[in-house]
Every structure is written in C-alpha cells, then in structure tokens.
C-alpha cells in the first residue's frame, strides 16, 4: 500500500549536518504516524524519532534531542530529519516507518512499512 524511500544520507564531518528525506507514494502520508529509526550492523534497530499524522506530536531518542528535528510536509507526501551536529556515533544506515496507529513509539513492531534505508556516515 505504502511506498517509502530515504534520501539525503552521504559523508559529512563531525560536526556537520543533513536533511535525511523520506518520500511516500500508494497512500496518502496524512494516514499515517511517521518516524525515523537507525541500525549498524549487527545492532537492533534503534529508534530515532516519531512524529504523528498532523505534525503536532514529536518524540525523540535522547541521544539525538537537541540535535535532530523531525518533521513533515504533508502536501509533498514527505517527512524530515534534519540532522544536526553529527557525531561519528551517528553512523548508521537510516529508515524511514510509517505506522497506521496514531501515536506509535519506539517499537519498530509498532510501524507498518518500512523504506530500504539511506546511510549515513560521519567521520571524525
């Protein structure tokens, strides 16, 4: 039903920043509670942030608060990571979600489609 696919990941120094976008088509993006996740290899996937249908509720992972926005577009069928002062720990390949339930949270078991990921690398 639902389409997704991350763009914006690249190379960038600590310190730097990108804008990580997450295009929908098959549905419309307004149905649909929307997040951002992140997973190295070998690792769970992590969450990042969430926000909800409208925009008007964001939650974010503590390591990324004050660092990373989150947002949306609904117009566009597109939603947002700004990306802030990276840090090398912020290497991971990054995934966009979209969950059918208003108010998801960081389970990755709460979230219904998955894009195929956009890497993200920060060196030092």
């Known amino acids: 039903q639902v389409q997704l696919v991350e763009s914006g990941g690249g190379l960038v120094q600590a310190g730097g920043s990108l804008r990580l976008s997450c295009a929908a088509s098959g549905g419309t993006t307004s149905s649909y509670a929307m997040g951002w996740f992140r997973q190295a290899p070998g690792k769970e996937r992590e969450f990042v942030a969430r926000?909800?249908?409208?925009?008007?509720?964001?939650i974010y992972a503590y390591s990324v608060k004050g660092r990373f926005t989150i947002s949306r577009d609904n117009a566009k069928n597109t939603v947002y990571l700004q990306m802030n002062s990276l840090k090398p720990e912020d290497t991971h390949v990054y995934y966009c979600?979209?969950?059918?339930?208003?108010?998801?949270?960081?389970?990755?078991?709460?979230?219904?489609?998955w894009g195929q990921g956009t890497q993200v690398t920060v060196s030092s």
């Open positions: 979600a979209a969950a059918a339930r208003a108010l998801p949270g960081g389970n990755p078991v709460q979230y219904d489609y």
């Open positions: 926000i909800s249908r409208n925009g008007g509720s964001t």
